[in-house]
């Protein structure tokens, strides 16, 4: 270690030396330190840590040769993250087990466009793992679906129905978020961060906006922060409600996905007409929210909590209570307990195999810190057990939009951000998982920004979850995942 970097508030920073990066790497491959993210930019390459309720640490690694000792040499999580910081910024990972392009798939006018740009040598073979066996077939599906999903291709290597292994290829969608929020104005980034992820926009744009919050020192107004809570678990409801009627759907089970979609549809125009928006995009800004909770939507919001409560048991009861549904998804597609702490998996995934992190209790905000809730957590790792999650968590949104709709203070919803410099962090709880934000603002522009799906750890899990089932499975446990292509490929 060589000392204290610039703060990147509200987590402490340490510039390091190469010997200091390696004893943090040390530490990853020992389960010490969470890698929370890896990134990069010229000359510079940063790593987020973090050890158990809140403790956390940016490390600054200068690297003016654009080489730095690779993490994923030691620690297998990092090994996707390092392609990408490859493919955008040109710095290389020293010792990296691999080396193949992650985002760039010969298609942009340049090759790494965010360090010394040059131009591009057009696309290349792509070798996928070597797998050998006897009576070994391979079943490439994709980049291409039938239904309406983002571009993805998985790579399947099978005896029979059987899968032997799975390799997923992304980078499809890439649409250079970083590169488009360099010099940008706070709006317009704010803007940008709430399409990273449709189905995420609250939960990019709280953890941008108060990644702003924490580099220029200054709050949202308390509010505002209640309101944040309420868009953040009405955005989560959502998707619960969706994806636990889409997973029985590919249980052959349609009948609980149209009662959910009834429920899904609900909220979503409740908050077309409370919020003006059915996804609440641009409802999160810097500074606060930008449009208030009058007593009528309130009583709508009010009147959606109710009617969730109504419907809802009775789906859970028929889906805990049909054979056939249990058939497909106990005891499919697990993911060990020791995978998920490994790659630091959030959200459902890792909290259906035992992990009970959950950033909303563990790096508390507001209003979440004068909140009690329970974190949903199950053991068996399976299909089951990330519906079961997911079930719980419906509940426990609809008590904390109770709570919020209870006891929110008035007053104003926004403030205007003052003009400065500095930099700032942020990690909040999407339905997904962890949503890490981190930004260096540049007299009132944003100068380099990062953001940090949740899917970079647990797209990876898909493929160890799918091994050992048969083919026929993977529409199930990859449903049960619903991991982002955007969130990774921006």
Not at 16 to 25: C, K, L, Q, T
Not at 133 to 158: C, D, K, M, W, Y
């Amino acid at each position: 270690m060589t000392g204290l970097a610039d703060a990147h508030p509200p987590w402490s920073a340490i510039l390091v030396d190469e010997p200091g990066w390696r004893a943090a790497m040390e530490a990853l491959a020992a389960g010490e330190l969470t890698l929370v993210s890896l990134w990069g930019e010229p000359g510079m390459v940063h790593m987020a840590l973090s050890r158990a309720h809140g403790e956390s640490v940016i490390l600054d690694l200068p690297c003016p040769e654009g080489r730095y000792p690779s993490v994923g040499a030691a620690h297998a999580p990092a090994i996707r993250l390092e392609r990408a910081l490859f493919d955008l910024h040109g710095l290389v990972a020293d010792g990296a087990v691999d080396t193949r392009p992650w985002l760039d798939h010969g298609q942009w006018e340049v090759r790494h466009p965010l360090g010394a740009a040059a131009p591009s040598t057009g696309p290349a073979p792509y070798a996928f793992l070597p797998v050998e066996g006897e009576s070994l077939h391979q079943i490439p599906v994709g980049p291409v679906h039938a239904g309406i999903i983002e571009p993805g291709h998985f790579r399947f290597t099978a005896n029979g129905e059987t899968v032997a292994r799975l390799e997923a290829r992304l980078g499809y969608a890439h649409r250079g978020v970083d590169g488009l929020m360099a010099g940008a104005a706070l709006d317009r980034a704010a803007q940008l961060a709430a399409r990273v992820c449709g189905d995420s926009t609250v939960a990019y744009s709280l953890a941008f906006a108060r990644a702003v919050e924490a580099a220029l020192g200054f709050e949202a107004p308390p509010r505002a922060a209640w309101l944040r809570a309420l868009l953040a678990e009405m955005e989560r409801l959502a998707n619960h409600l969706g994806d636990i009627g889409a997973i029985c759907n590919d249980a052959a089970f349609s009948l609980m996905l149209a009662h959910c979609g009834v429920l899904r549809e609900q909220v979503l125009r409740t908050a077309k007409v409370v919020f003006g928006h059915r996804l609440m995009m641009d409802c999160v800004v810097p500074g606060g929210v930008s449009v208030d909770l009058d007593v009528t939507g309130e009583a709508l919001v009010r009147d959606l909590v109710r009617t969730i409560r109504e419907r809802f048991p009775t789906l859970v009861e028929l889906y805990d209570e049909t054979a056939a549904l249990q058939d497909r998804t106990v005891s499919t597609g697990i993911v060990p307990r020791e995978l998920v702490q490994r790659f630091a998996a959030g959200g459902y995934v890792g909290r259906a195999s035992g992990r009970t992190f959950d950033a909303r209790r563990d790096f508390p905000y507001a209003p979440y810190d004068r909140f009690t809730f329970k974190v949903a957590v199950r053991e068996e790792g399976d299909v089951n057990a990330r519906v079961w999650v997911r079930i719980d968590e419906v509940d426990e949104s609809l008590s904390l939009i109770e709570q919020i709709l209870g006891e929110s203070p008035t007053g104003p919803v926004h403030v205007n951000p003052p003009s400065g410099s500095g930099e700032g962090t942020a990690l909040v709880e999407g339905f997904r998982g962890d949503i890490l934000a981190w930004v260096r603002i540049l007299k009132g522009r944003i100068e380099r920004a990062h953001l940090r799906d949740p899917s970079w750890f647990q797209w990876p899990l898909i493929e160890a979850c799918i091994e050992g089932n048969i083919v026929a499975d993977f529409p199930l446990c990859n449903k049960s995942f619903n991991c982002a292509y955007a969130g990774c490929d921006l």
